[in-house]
T-cell receptor, first 114, second 113 residues
Framework: EAGVAQSPRYKIIEKRQSVAFWCNPI?????LYWYQQILGQGPKLLIQ????????DSQLPKDRFSAERLKGVDSTLKIQPAKLEDSAVYLC????????????FGAGSRLTVL | GEDVEQSLFLSVREGDSSVINCTYT??????LYWYKQEPGAGLQLLTY?????DMKQDQRLTVLLNKKDKHLSLRIADTQTGDSAIYFC?????????????FGKGTKLSVKP
């Protein structure tokens, strides 16, 4: 089966600019997640979708970050305006709903904010 | 909230066993996961254990859970150079959304030939 696809793989922008990341989950996976991984840290959940509804966005900085999952498939994560501290890898993951919630991660989108 | 601690580095020789340790604070965690991250890649699920188990073995991997001490370990037998990566412990606290795995900072495993 195809994995979780993400693009772009790398992006360099200046602070106060905007950026968008795209994710295509595994076919049939109802749940989609965006994680932020800062260098040297473990991933931190930003937002979780169940189909096209938001389950948890408690750690999403809503003043600058937004995410949507139209039609319950692909998702886009946007940052506007970007800050230096947003430099990180943005990981998308998806899962089937099950007792043991096995997440499959994409390769990530590395953002550098100058 | 949940806090997860891991040693940052571990170095072993090829063929030896590796043991990666993890301590966590939230005793309500129902599933506890181990993920592997190779350079420039996303995270790959290695194995997981349900909180009512003490041990789980999966080929070269053995997971031990001490729920009383909130200690989780991952043992890799016959470690190979291809096992070099960062390993993350990730409990899934009860009450959080199912995707809200709390990741430690990761243990970087270096395997010397």
């Amino acid at each position: 089966e195809a994995g979780v696809a993400q693009s772009p793989r790398y992006k360099i922008i200046e602070k106060r600019q905007s950026v968008a990341f795209w994710c295509n989950p595994i076919s049939g996976h109802a749940t989609l997640y965006w994680y932020q991984q800062i260098l040297g840290q473990g991933p931190k959940l930003l937002i979780q979708f169940q189909n096209n509804g938001v389950v948890d966005d408690s750690q999403l900085p809503k003043d600058r970050f937004s995410a949507e999952r139209l039609k319950g498939v692909d998702s886009t994560l946007k940052i506007q305006p970007a800050k230096l501290e947003d430099s990180a890898v943005y990981l998308c993951a998806s899962s089937l709903r099950s007792g043991a919630n096995v997440l499959t991660f994409g390769a990530g989108s590395r953002l550098t904010v100058l | 909230g949940e806090d997860v601690e891991q040693s940052l580095f571990l170095s072993v020789r090829e063929g030896d066993s590796s043991v990666i340790n993890c301590t966590y604070t939230d005793s309500s965690s129902t599933y506890l996961y181990w993920y592997k991250q190779e350079p420039g890649a996303g995270l790959q699920l290695l194995t997981y254990i349900f909180s009512n188990m003490d041990m789980k073995q999966d080929q070269r991997l053995t997971v031990l859970l001490n729920k009383k001490d909130k200690h989780l370990s991952l043992r890799i037998a016959d470690t190979q150079t291809g096992d070099s990566a960062i390993y993350f412990c990730a409990p899934s606290p009860l009450g959080g959304s199912q995707g809200n795995l709390i990741f430690g900072k990761g243990t970087k495993l270096s395997v010397k030939p």
